[in-house]
């Protein structure tokens, strides 16, 4: 399934998304560094959401997102040996399957940012990917970006479209179903789109790969589908 909400926007308007995306992702990292706020968590009994946030982002960059959730009676949790998650994706993967097994958690609904949706489906992949409902993957670079050829940091040229793990993890459609992907009209960082073969596919009428998080129709679209996965994919 594909849901399309276009947005008219030209150059001059997409140099300004650019703009605004930074300054956003930049007051966000700040944010973060200057005052460490807790993970909110819900009173309820709804499925655990666990957190996983992009390369060199810390779960705070998800917090209105987590917020929302919490509201929403979800207990949230983050996942502290990510760090700022600048392992690659298969390692990062072994580290939130190490923290699902410690934590004892089940019935989880993975909500991820970026690099975060490529570590959730690896997850999903894994030995714990019983321990998982789905996944809610925000502007993931699931075919990968042309970009990552000019980057300077071997992390960040890792999203090239022919890189190996990428390449693997696309090959392997069994999980996509339990997956929905949202991702913006415009993002500067992923040209190619954060469709995904065989997933939910939601794309919205928002332009940026990071300002996005903060919206609230990307908020109220998380928490929705967080909502489907867990009544869809639930065991009565």
Request: aromatic residues 6%; without cysteine; glycine residues 10%.
């Amino acid at each position: 399934m594909t849901e399309r909400h276009r947005s008219p926007g030209g150059i001059l308007a997409r140099l300004g998304a650019w703009g605004a995306d930074y300054a956003w992702a930049t007051d966000r990292q700040l944010r973060a560094l200057l005052r460490r706020s807790p993970v909110p968590t819900g009173a309820g009994d709804r499925a655990p959401i666990v957190l996983l946030p992009g390369i060199y982002e810390t779960w705070a960059f998800l917090a209105p997102v987590a917020t929302a959730l919490a509201r929403a009676g979800h207990p949230v949790h983050a996942v502290p040996g990510l760090k700022h998650n600048a392992r690659p994706v298969p390692e990062s993967a072994d580290v939130v399957v190490d923290h699902l097994e410690r934590a004892g958690l089940t019935g989880v609904v993975l909500v991820a940012h970026s690099k975060g949706g490529l570590i959730g489906k690896r997850v999903m992949l894994s030995h714990a990917g019983e321990r998982v409902l789905g996944m809610v993957a925000i502007a993931t670079p699931f075919a990968g970006s042309r970009w990552a050829r000019y980057m300077l940091s071997r992390p960040l040229r890792s999203f090239h479209p022919r890189d190996p793990v990428l390449l693997a993890l696309a090959g392997e459609l069994l999980v996509n179903e339990r997956i929905t992907a949202v991702y913006p009209h415009f993002d500067p960082h992923i040209p190619e789109s954060g469709e995904l073969p065989g997933a939910r596919n939601i794309e919205l009428p928002l332009s940026g790969h990071f300002r996005p998080l903060g919206h609230p129709l990307l908020v109220d679209t998380v928490v929705r589908e967080v909502a489907w996965v867990e009544a869809e994919h639930t065991v009565p």
